[in-house]
């Protein structure tokens, strides 16, 4: 379910480039384009093990070399998008649904990333000069003058906030909100990203 890095997200409502395809990934085609429930094997980004979803695909994207799905728990609660990857298996049911009118798969995306969240929170951080090059061809942002950038992101959770920044190490420091601030002081930071030095031992 891995594919290149791309620019912008690629929505398909149909038949995808055959090379991407993968069982999951032909079930969700599927599945949208037929408006039938997919019951998920599911594991979140914190989780040990793996639960059962029953969802309402709306559409299948890819963003950043990841597939998504962008769908209804079909219990009612609000539209969440899954990643493919995280999916241990997918079995298309029999029941049908719906897709509310004048829904669109591009009006749920952030900046045109898979992205929706029904409470919007923000947080801002600035990324040194050390990576922030990276940081700016990324998010399609210019360079502050002192060679860093200062940017705002959306926020679905505070671990995944949390994830975000300590990724970087030093390189990125949270601006606001406090709370957040606070909430990073405690967790050891990560090993920041870097160039890879040459093992001395070899010839």
Do not use: C
């Not at 055959?18 to 949208?32: G, H, N």
């Not at 995306?109 to 801002?124: K, Y």
């Amino acid at each position: 379910v891995k594919l290149p890095l791309e620019s912008t997200p690629l929505p398909w409502h149909a038949a995808a480039p055959a090379e991407s395809d993968s069982p999951i990934l032909a079930t969700m085609r599927k599945a949208v384009a037929t408006r039938h429930r997919v019951l998920l094997a599911y594991r979140g980004s914190g989780d040990q093990r793996s639960t059962e979803r029953l969802i309402e695909p709306y559409g299948v994207i890819s963003s950043h070399g990841v597939w998504y799905t962008a769908a209804r728990i079909a219990d009612g609660s609000g539209l969440r998008f899954f990643r493919l990857d995280r999916m241990e298996s997918a079995i298309m049911r029999d029941d049908v649904f719906t897709i509310p009118d004048g829904f669109s798969l591009n009006g749920v995306l952030t900046s045109g990333r898979p992205f929706h969240s029904d409470a919007t929170a923000t947080m801002r951080v600035r990324y040194s000069p050390h990576i922030a090059r990276w940081i700016a061809e990324r998010e399609s942002q210019p360079l502050d003058d002192d060679g860093s950038i200062t940017i705002t992101h959306q926020v679905a959770d505070r671990e995944w906030a949390v994830r975000q920044v300590l990724q970087y190490g030093p390189g990125a420091e949270v601006l606001e909100p406090d709370p957040l601030r606070a909430a990073l002081a405690k967790r050891p930071p990560a090993v920041p990203p870097g160039p890879t030095r040459p093992d001395p031992r070899a010839g």
